[in-house]
C-alpha cells in the first residue's frame, strides 16, 4: 500500500464469493527486496517523495501478462531494466496463493482468542490486476472493489467501511477499494494514521485529474514488439510517472498523447542540429529586414490577438533580429503572457531557430504559463522544470534529448524540448544542468526580480549563454534610479556599464530637458502601454479611500505600545533605532487591523454569537467590511479581499465561516500549492455563491486571474504601493465586463495613514528616479504621525510615563492582556464613543451605502488611479 486516500460504506455486493479470484499468482522470491507491487510503507498522506538518489527506469515496475500460458507474474526490477532493452528475464511458474492463506488460516487457527498480529508489509502480495473492476461514476475516479479471502478472523466483527487505496509503484487508475479487514493486514500503521486525520468521515481525496494522462515522457518495448509508455499524470509530479501499456484504456484514450511524444522524437533526431548550424541560420536572416505581419500568424491556434498584442509580437520579433534585449513593460492585465508565447512561436515557426528557449516565472503563475502555451502554440515541446531532485532527475532522463529509434541508448545532441519553463529557484539550485544548454532567449516574468544586481539570481543568470533576453514586467520602476540601471545593465552590459555615470547624469530630474533625455535612453528598451489607451473596452477602475477611526480597544492598545516604548520613541532623530522603530511600527500595524493579532486579546470562551460579535467590534476595519458585505453579497457583487498579514486571514476566515459558511469564500496564501491555488480560482470563478476571495498581498499578487469579481478591498495597504497595484489588476484586466472599484481601508491619524502618504509619493516621477529621503527620516515620520491626536483624545502625553515602563518589550505580553481583560482595562467595544468636542468619522448605513452605490461613479477616479500617479514617463515609452 503506498497510501489511502477514501473511505466508503461498503457496496452489498463485495460479500458475493463468486468475485473472489481463484487464485492470485505468488510474486518472485526476491521481489521483497525491489519497489513492486507488495505492499510498502512510504507516506499517508499525498506529498512528493523528495529522494535525490540516481533513478531509473527501474524504478517503476509493473505487471506482465503472457498470453501463452495465461497466468500473470510481477516482474521485479531487474525485469524492467531488462525490458527497457527487449530481453525479458523467464522466471519459474510461482506457486499459487493458497499457500499464503493455509498458513494464514493455521496461524489464525492458533491465536483466535488474541488480537490480529500485524503482518509484515512485505510478505502479503497483492495484485491489483487480478481483482474484478467496477466504475464509480459519481467518484470521478476508476474505483476497483477488492474482496478480502475469506479467513476465520477477518470475518469477525466486519468493518461497514472499505478504504481506497493506492498501490506502491501503480498509477491511480489501478487504485482499489480494500475491505478494513484486510486493510488492517496489509497497511495498519497507514489505516491508523489515516483514522487519526479524518475520523470516521466518508472521504474520497483522490482528484479525478489524476487519472488522465498529460503527457508521454517515454516508450520501450518488451516481450517482441508489445510497447509500454511512460506517462505524466494530470495534477502530478514527475515522480509520479508510471509506465502503462498502451492497452490500458487510459492511454488507449490518450492516443494523441502518444504520437505528440513519437512527433517531438522522431523530430528531434531527424534535425540533430549544432550549434553552428543555428549561426548559419541567423546570418541568412540578418541579412535583410523583416517585415511587419499585418495580420496573426495561422499557427497561432488560441484565439485573436488584440491589436496591441500584435504590435507587441512584432516589436519583439523586430529587436530579436537586431540582438537589441528589451523589456515589455505593458500594464499588468493586458496579455504580456500571450505576447510572449506568440513571440516564442514565431521563432520556431517563421524563423526556424533551433535552439530552446528558457522562461523563468514565479511558481504561482507556472500552470497560467503553460495553459498558455497549450492553447496558442500547441506545436510547441513545452516542458515545466520543477519539484523534488528526483522529478527534476526524471525529467532530465526523459525531456531533455531524444533516442535513436535503433539505438535506444543513443541520445541526440539536440535537446528536445523548445521551451523549458521553470522558476527563480530552479535555476539557483539546477544551474549546473541549465547553464550547460545554449539558450536561444531568455525569458524572465515579472523581470523587475532582477532589479537587485547583488543578487544570486542575477549573477548566476549572466553566467549563462544566451543570443536575446526579453523582460516582462508591469512594474518596471519600483523605487530608485539604481533599480532602472540594473535592469538595463542586465539586458545591456555593454550600454550601461558604470550606475555610477548614470546616476549622476540623471541625479536632477526636475528639469523636462533631463526627463526628455532620460526617456530616448529607455525607449529603445522597453515597450508599455496602459490599459486606458490599449484597452478602452475594459471598464475604468476606481480607487476609493476609506478612512475609518480607530474602536476603542484599537486605541488603548495603539497607545499602550507607544508609551511602553517612550524610551525608543524619545531617541527619534538620534539615529541607531531604525530596527526597534520598524518593530514598533509592524505592532501598530496589527493594532490598527486588528486587536487579535496581539497574543491574549482573543477571548478563551464563550458562545459562536458571542465571540462573533466581539471578533467584528474590536476592529474598526472588521465593523466596516461586516456592514460592507452585508450589501455587497445583496447587490450580486463579488469581492476579493487582501491583506498582508495570514494571521489576519485566519480571523477574517472566522468571521466569514460563522457569518455566511465555508463554501461562500475561499481563500490563498503562500502556504497554497500551486494545485490547490489553481482549483480554488476555478471554484471561485465559475461558482458566483461564492462571493468573497481572501488573498494575501504578496505571495497572491502574480499570476492569478479573477475578473470575475469587481471589488477590491485591500484590507491594509502595502509600503510599496506597486504590490497593491499588482493585486488590484487581478481583477483589471482582459475579461473584465464591470467597472471595478478599489476600497483601500485606512486607519485615519495612524501609522497606516503615513505609510500610504509615504507609498503615494514613490509614485510620482522625482521620487521613483531619485529616493533621497533616507528611511531612517521616513520610519521616524510614520510614528509621529497622529500621535497628538490620539493622545490629546486619552488627556495621556507621552512624556508622563513612569520611567519604569520605558525601554520594555514593544508588544504587550499575554499575562498582562489577559489581566486587562479580566479587569476591563480593554475598553468598551459595545459603546465605542469619542470625547465631546472632537470630530470623528462615522460610518452610518447611509454613509455606507453612498460608498457602495456605483450609479455616479465617473470614469475618472478618485485621483488615485496609477495613470496619473505612476511615472508619466511610462504611459508614453514605444
Known amino acids: 500500500v503506498d497510501r489511502i486516500l477514501g473511505r466508503r460504506l461498503q457496496n452489498d455486493s463485495i460479500s458475493s464469493p463468486s468475485n473472489i479470484p481463484e487464485a492470485t499468482p505468488e510474486l518472485p522470491s526476491n521481489a521483497h527486496q525491489h519497489n513492486s507491487l507488495m505492499v510498502g510503507v512510504e507516506h499517508a498522506s499525498h506529498t512528493k517523495k523528495e529522494d535525490d538518489n540516481n533513478l531509473d527506469e527501474k524504478s517503476t515496475p509493473y505487471v506482465n501478462t503472457s498470453e501463452q500460458s495465461g497466468e500473470k507474474y510481477a516482474i521485479s526490477e531487474d525485469v524492467n531494466a531488462a525490458t527497457s532493452t527487449g530481453e525479458v528475464e523467464k522466471f519459474s511458474k510461482p506457486a499459487p496463493m493458497e499457500r499464503f492463506d493455509h498458513e494464514r488460516k493455521s496461524h489464525n487457527a492458533e491465536s483466535s482468542n488474541s488480537k490480529l498480529p500485524e503482518v509484515n508489509d512485505a510478505h502479503i502480495p497483492i495484485d491489483p490486476s487480478d481483482i474484478d473492476t467496477v466504475t464509480n461514476p459519481t467518484a470521478g475516479i476508476l474505483n476497483l472493489d477488492v474482496i478480502p479471502p475469506e479467513s476465520p478472523s477477518l470475518n469477525k466483527n466486519l468493518s461497514p467501511y472499505e478504504f481506497l487505496v493506492k498501490w506502491v509503484g501503480k498509477s491511480h487508475i489501478h487504485n482499489s477499494w480494500v475491505s478494513e479487514p484486510q486493510l488492517k493486514v496489509l497497511a495498519k500503521r497507514k489505516l491508523d494514521n489515516f483514522k487519526a486525520k479524518y475520523g470516521n468521515a466518508i472521504i474520497n481525496i483522490c482528484q479525478e485529474q489524476w487519472i488522465h494522462p498529460q503527457r508521454i515522457i517515454g516508450l520501450r518495448k518488451f516481450n517482441g514488439d508489445k510497447k509500454e509508455v511512460l506517462v505524466k499524470w494530470c495534477g502530478l509530479p514527475y515522480d509520479e510517472c508510471t509506465w502503462e501499456t498502451l492497452e490500458e484504456s487510459a492511454i488507449a484514450n490518450a492516443a494523441h498523447l502518444v504520437t505528440k511524444f513519437e512527433k517531438h522524437e522522431t523530430g528531434t533526431v531527424a534535425v540533430d542540429a549544432t550549434d553552428d548550424d543555428f549561426q548559419k541560420v541567423k546570418v541568412k536572416h540578418e541579412l535583410g529586414e523583416i517585415a511587419c505581419l499585418d495580420e496573426q500568424p495561422k499557427e497561432l491556434k488560441g484565439g485573436s490577438l488584440f491589436p496591441h498584442q500584435l504590435e507587441a509580437l512584432n516589436w519583439l520579433r523586430k529587436c530579436w533580429h537586431k540582438s537589441k534585449n528589451v523589456i515589455l513593460a505593458d500594464e499588468m492585465g493586458l496579455g504580456k503572457t500571450v505576447s510572449a508565447c506568440a513571440f516564442i512561436s514565431s521563432l520556431y515557426m517563421e524563423f526556424k531557430v533551433n535552439l530552446p528557449c528558457l522562461v523563468l516565472v514565479p ?250 460579535e466581539m471578533r467584528i467590534k474590536a476592529s474598526a476595519k472588521l465593523t466596516l467590511l461586516h456592514s460592507m458585505l452585508k450589501i455587497l453579497k445583496k447587490q450580486g457583487h463579488r469581492v476579493l479581499i487582501f491583506s498582508q498579514m495570514t494571521r489576519l486571514l485566519d480571523i477574517l476566515e472566522d468571521y466569514l465561516t460563522v457569518e455566511y459558511g465555508s463554501a461562500s469564500f475561499e481563500r490563498v496564501d503562500g502556504s497554497v500549492s500551486v494545485a490547490e491555488r489553481q482549483a480554488s480560482i476555478a471554484r471561485f470563478n465559475q461558482d458566483k455563491d461564492r462571493f468573497v476571495f481572501l488573498l494575501s498581498t504578496r505571495s497572491c499578487g502574480l499570476g492569478i486571474n479573477l475578473a470575475t469579481a469587481d471589488t477590491v478591498i485591500i484590507y491594509d495597504s502595502d509600503f510599496n504601493p506597486h504590490a497593491d497595484i499588482q493585486a488590484m489588476n487581478r481583477a483589471h484586466r482582459i475579461g473584465q465586463s464591470n467597472r471595478l472599484l478599489v476600497y483601500r481601508l485606512v486607519v485615519r491619524a495612524s501609522v497606516e495613514e503615513r505609510i500610504l502618504q509615504l507609498a503615494k509619493k514613490k509614485l510620482m516621477l522625482d521620487q521613483l528616479f531619485v529616493n533621497k529621503a533616507e528611511s531612517q527620516k521616513e520610519v521616524e515620520d510614520i510614528l509621529r504621525w497622529g500621535t497628538e491626536e490620539l493622545f490629546n483624545d486619552s488627556g495621556e502625553p507621552v512624556a508622563k510615563v513612569s520611567a519604569e515602563n520605558s525601554g520594555k518589550a514593544d508588544v504587550l505580553t499575554v499575562p498582562e492582556t489577559k489581566h486587562r481583560k479580566k479587569v476591563g482595562g480593554l475598553g468598551d467595544v459595545y459603546r465605542d464613543r469619542c470625547t465631546d468636542g472632537y470630530t470623528r468619522t462615522i460610518w452610518d448605513e447611509n454613509a455606507i451605502l453612498k460608498l457602495l452605490d456605483r450609479s455616479n461613479i465617473d470614469t475618472v477616479t478618485d485621483g488615485h488611479a496609477e495613470a496619473e500617479t505612476e511615472c508619466e514617463m511610462l504611459g508614453s515609452v514605444k
Open 363 to 612: 511558481l504561482s503563475t507556472m500552470p497560467n504559463w503553460m495553459a498558455e502555451f497549450a492553447s496558442w502554440a500547441p506545436h510547441l515541446n513545452v516542458v515545466e522544470y520543477h519539484g523534488s531532485a528526483k522529478a527534476r532527475a526524471i525529467i532530465r532522463q526523459h525531456e531533455w534529448h531524444a533516442s535513436y529509434p535503433d539505438m535506444p541508448q543513443k541520445r541526440t545532441k539536440k535537446h528536445k524540448f523548445n521551451v523549458i519553463l521553470t522558476t527563480y529557484e530552479m535555476v539557483i539550485a539546477d544551474s549546473n544542468h541549465l547553464r550547460g544548454v545554449p539558450w536561444e532567449v531568455l525569458v524572465v516574468d515579472e523581470g523587475h526580480r532582477l532589479k537587485n544586481s547583488g543578487s544570486k539570481l542575477f549573477s548566476l543568470l549572466n553566467m549563462f549563454s544566451f543570443q536575446h533576453r526579453v523582460l516582462l514586467t508591469g512594474t518596471p520602476l519600483q523605487n530608485n534610479l539604481g533599480e532602472l540601471y540594473n535592469l538595463l545593465n542586465f539586458l545591456q552590459p555593454a550600454s550601461f556599464p558604470s550606475l555610477l555615470s548614470f546616476e549622476q547624469k540623471f541625479n536632477d530630474l526636475t528639469s523636462a530637458e533631463k526627463v526628455e533625455e532620460l526617456k530616448k535612453l529607455v525607449a529603445p528598451h522597453m515597450l508599455r502601454r496602459l490599459k486606458k489607451d490599449a484597452m478602452q473596452n475594459i471598464p475604468p477602475k476606481t480607487e476609493r479611500m476609506v478612512p475609518v477611526e480607530l474602536s476603542s480597544i484599537q486605541a488603548e492598545y495603539y497607545r499602550a505600545m507607544l508609551t511602553k516604548n517612550y524610551q525608543i520613541l524619545r531617541n527619534i532623530g538620534k539615529g541607531g533605532y531604525q530596527q526597534s522603530m520598524l518593530n514598533i511600527v509592524m505592532q501598530l500595524r496589527k493594532i490598527c487591523n486588528h486587536p487579535y493579532l496581539i497574543p491574549g486579546t482573543e477571548p478563551d470562551s464563550g458562545s459562536v454569537e458571542f465571540l462573533q
